[in-house]
């Protein structure tokens, strides 16, 4: 939805892709008559290239907000300075268990930033092994920015970004006109789907919410 350049077809791979892998994989759950234990939902944000403010306002709606000690509004100050020091809990903050975000254009997903959060690093390993074949093996610790899992990691919840294959996203279709529905790889989001339905359904399956990093304090 977060679309940079207006008209007809544009913004196909940044960020139509993910949308529609996001939908496919819910639909995967749905169509297998799986009941997974806990919500799962689908965010749709605009605004995420004017300083991802549709994932910062849900966020704050239902989630919690930072408490900044400078008094500036907003979460911008956070997209490079990570998790905020303080922060305001809402009320579904203590339910909430993960976020995952697909915003890296058409191609196959190959695995997963950590965003810090190594306390999940064998729990993915585990849920990507039946990818193997599918060549989504990598699990790393650092940090992706730029997207709409910022706004959950900063403050203090699991965010994590899937690593994609950049196929076209920096040479040719990202914030261009050119980005439009022919360059979208269908087998490569059929993959990201399949790869997002488990995550969520496993996620959706835990006894106990996903492991988070050392809260920020309230």
């Known amino acids: 939805m977060d679309t ?3 008209g007809t077809g544009e913004g196909a791979t940044d960020n139509g892709a993910g949308v529609a892998a996001a939908m496919e994989a819910v639909r995967i759950i749905q169509a297998l008559g799986l009941k997974p234990r806990r919500t799962i939902r689908i965010g749709l944000w605009s605004g995420e290239e004017q300083g991802i403010f549709g994932s910062q ?3 704050a709606q239902h989630l919690g907000k930072p408490v900044d000690d ?3 509004e907003g979460f911008l100050r956070l997209i490079q300075g990570g998790m905020a020091r303080k922060i305001k809990r809402g009320a579904e903050y ?3 268990s993960a976020y995952y975000n697909l915003d890296n254009g058409t191609g196959k997903i190959r695995g997963v930033y950590l965003q810090g959060n190594e306390a999940v690093r064998a729990l993915f390993r585990q849920w990507l092994q039946p990818f193997r074949d599918l060549d989504a ?5 650092s940090n992706t920015g730029g997207t709409d899992h910022l706004s959950f990691d900063a403050i ?3 965010g994590f970004q899937f690593i994609q294959d ?3 996203y920096d040479s040719r279709t990202h914030h261009s006109n050119q980005d439009v529905f022919d360059r979208i790889q269908g087998e490569d ?5 399949t790869i997002m339905a488990a995550f969520l359904y496993n996620t959706a399956m835990l006894d106990e919410k996903l492991p988070r990093k050392k809260a920020p304090s309230e």
Do not use: C, H, N
């Open 166 to 168: 950049e196929i076209e």
């Open 156 to 158: 203090g919840l699991p």
């Open 189 to 193: 989001l059929k993959q990201a789907a």
């Open 137 to 141: 093996t990598t699990l790393t610790a």
């Open 70 to 72: 400078s008094k500036d």
């Open 4 to 6: 940079w350049i207006p």
């Open 94 to 96: 203590d339910k909430f």
């Open 57 to 59: 306002a849900y966020v």
